[in-house]
């Protein structure tokens, strides 16, 4: 049971264009979320986060949406640059199940092309 | 270094043999988690502590995985009776405190089950 989709396992995104990244979930008990990156041959790297009692978060040139109602979150990358090429990993957590254990998404790999 | 470092980066091993796979925390961080990330798949929770007590193992698959961290600083993860379907990349993080903290991760052991 994938409780954090990823549905789109790729994304290729013109440099300089914005690129949005989605996430569903199914645990209405989750209340944080995050985003992480990824390069190759390196562990993920925390990117931003967001709790369920805000809708919006942003931070420099990334923006995190949160749609409690939806169960939907979306990750803002604007202006695309050619460093963000990158795996990028929506998890969520719960205070009330463990806020501790963080439950992944699948992934989808953005690639910015120049 | 100031990072989460995983020891070996990688390791083959035939099945039914025993591995020990190790995470070096950042100092002063309390809170140590180990994931588990098939190919295609984002990481999956195994084994959370906080100090050197495993507070919740609700994610190892089995009794053949087990995990320590006698000193409440390195951790071992202790794969008995090796299987093909133990292939994956292992992910160690750590964080602070525990709970909606950031979760900082090492590189990862890929780990090949022959």
């Known amino acids: 049971d994938q409780q954090v989709k990823q549905n789109s396992p790729s994304l290729s995104v013109q440099e300089g264009r914005i690129s949005i990244l989605n996430c569903d979930y199914t645990?209405?008990?989750?209340?944080?979320f995050l985003w992480y990156k990824k390069y190759p041959a390196e562990g993920p790297t925390f990117l931003i986060s967001?709790?369920?009692?805000?809708d919006k978060n942003e931070d420099g040139r990334f923006t995190v949406f949160l749609n409690k109602s939806a169960k939907h979150l979306s990750l803002h990358i604007v202006p695309s640059q050619p460093g963000d090429s990158a795996v990028y990993f929506c998890?969520?957590?719960?205070?009330?199940?463990?806020?501790?254990?963080?439950?992944f998404g699948q992934g989808t790999r953005l690639t910015i092309n120049p | 270094g100031a990072g989460v470092s995983q020891t070996p980066s990688n390791k083959v091993t035939e099945k039914g043999k025993y591995v020990e796979l190790r995470c070096d925390p950042i100092?002063?961080?309390?809170?140590l988690y180990w994931y588990r990330q098939s190919l295609g798949q984002g990481p999956e929770f195994l084994i959370y502590?906080?100090?050197?007590?495993?507070?919740?193992d609700s994610g190892l698959p089995n009794d053949r995985f087990f995990a320590v961290r006698p000193e409440g600083s390195v951790s071992t993860l202790k794969i008995q009776r090796t299987e093909r379907g133990d292939s994956a990349v292992y992910l160690c993080?750590?964080?602070?405190?525990?709970?909606?903290?950031?979760?900082?991760f090492g590189p990862g052991t890929r780990l090949t089950v022959l």
């Open positions: 502590f906080q100090g050197t007590g495993a507070a919740d």
């Open positions: 998890a969520a957590s719960s205070q009330n199940q463990g806020a501790q254990k963080l439950v």
């Open positions: 967001i709790s369920s009692i805000k």
């Open positions: 645990n209405s008990m989750f209340d944080y």
């Open positions: 993080a750590s964080s602070l405190i525990a709970g909606g903290d950031e979760q900082f």
């Open positions: 100092s002063g961080h309390t809170a």
